[in-house]
């Protein structure tokens, strides 16, 4: 099963003693950590979408030229 909460923490070990799901996935850091301990992962993916570096880049599909 998911579920799906809202807290206000960013160590992996609190998040590990407040959920007892196997996966935890957190962000809003801006650092990336993949951990695991007992058998149970808490992650941090950076961002969800591109970073403030990236979005300045224009897109491929932007161009007004044909990039195929």
């Known amino acids: 099963s998911v579920a799906r909460d809202v807290a206000v923490e ?3 070990a609190k998040l590990l003693e ?6 935890i996935i957190y962000g809003h850091t801006h650092k990336q950590l993949i951990t695991n301990a ?4 808490v992650v ?7 970073s403030p ?4 880049r224009p897109s491929p599909i932007s161009r007004k030229r044909s990039i195929w």
Do not use: K
């Open 18 to 23: 407040r959920y007892s799901a196997d996966v």
């Open 53 to 56: 570096m990236e979005a300045r």
């Open 44 to 50: 941090n993916p950076r961002a969800a979408g591109a």
């Open 10 to 12: 960013h160590e992996p």
């Open 38 to 41: 007992d058998s149970r992962w």
